[in-house]
């Protein structure tokens, strides 16, 4: 599994997105890309990166969730590339609907799909364990004060996370983050069973 942190625009607020290709780019390979932001923006970038020969630039896209600065893009790959579309909440565009726990294919490899409600209701985490690396979206993994309300399901998916091996973690606005990770997560994980739990939550 390769992973390319794709290209966003200065003057438009969105987020980040990625593509994932095969180490080799093989037929069989599905080049995925997760989150699309909200336009066009990166169709160029795609376009000019190697893809493979004979293949769809883009077969699939995953989104964290479906918040318009992840996911209004979705029209345009729709429309270049009738990619499929994969997300834990319906919405337009959307194919089919994740499940907790689920493992999608990516590139050449897996990605196991962790419901981690907080953000909002249909956010998820995608985790690479080949390459210990998660894809975190909007989910807020530090968390330094023990002083506010937590829902209970967002401790639950936290919790989750805290239990796989991360060694790189690539966030929906923030640079891709390589040091750490498991601390951070487990620290937070820590911190948010000092606080009052709330059964509500996002």
């Given at each position: 599994?390769?992973?390319?942190?794709?290209?966003?625009?200065?003057?438009?607020y969105?987020?980040?997105?990625?593509?994932?290709?095969?180490?080799?780019?093989?037929?069989?390979?599905l080049?995925?890309?997760?989150?699309?932001?909200?336009d066009?923006?990166?169709?160029?970038?795609?376009?000019?990166?190697?893809?493979?020969?004979?293949?769809?630039?883009?077969?699939?896209?995953?989104?964290t969730?479906?918040?318009?600065?992840?996911?209004?893009?979705?029209?345009?790959?729709?429309e270049?590339?009738?990619?499929?579309?994969?997300a834990?909440?319906?919405?337009?565009?959307?194919?089919?609907?994740?499940?907790?726990?689920q493992?999608?294919?990516?590139?050449?490899?897996f990605?196991?799909?962790?419901?981690?409600?907080?953000?909002?209701?249909?956010?998820?985490?995608?985790?690479?364990?080949?390459?210990?690396?998660?894809?975190?979206?909007?989910?807020?993994?530090r968390?330094?004060?023990?002083?506010?309300?937590?829902?209970?399901?967002?401790?639950?998916?936290?919790?989750?996370?805290?239990?796989?091996?991360?060694?790189?973690?690539?966030?929906?606005?923030?640079?891709p983050?390589?040091?750490?990770?498991?601390?951070?997560?487990?620290?937070?994980?820590?911190?948010?069973?000092?606080?009052?739990?709330?059964?509500?939550?996002?």
């Amino acid at each position: 599994m390769k992973i390319v942190p794709l290209g966003k625009s200065e003057t438009v607020y969105s987020c980040n997105s990625y593509l994932i290709l095969g180490d080799w780019n093989r037929i069989e390979d599905l080049n995925t890309v997760i989150d699309p932001g909200i336009d066009d923006f990166i169709l160029n970038e795609i376009e000019r990166l190697s893809t493979g020969v004979g293949k769809t630039p883009v077969a699939q896209v995953i989104l964290t969730h479906n918040h318009f600065d992840h996911a209004a893009g979705l029209k345009a790959l729709k429309e270049r590339y009738n990619a499929k579309v994969f997300a834990f909440s319906d919405g337009p565009l959307v194919d089919e609907i994740l499940s907790d726990g689920q493992f999608v294919k990516a590139g050449d490899d897996f990605l196991e799909v962790l419901h981690t409600p907080g953000h909002s209701t249909d956010s998820i985490c995608l985790y690479a364990a080949s390459l210990q690396a998660l894809f975190s979206g909007d989910t807020q993994l530090r968390v330094k004060s023990t002083h506010e309300p937590c829902a209970r399901n967002y401790l639950d998916g936290l919790t989750k996370l805290a239990s796989r091996k991360i060694q790189s973690i690539y966030s929906g606005h923030d640079a891709p983050l390589t040091e750490g990770c498991q601390e951070i997560i487990q620290q937070t994980v820590i911190n948010l069973r000092k606080c009052r739990i709330s059964s509500i939550g996002g």
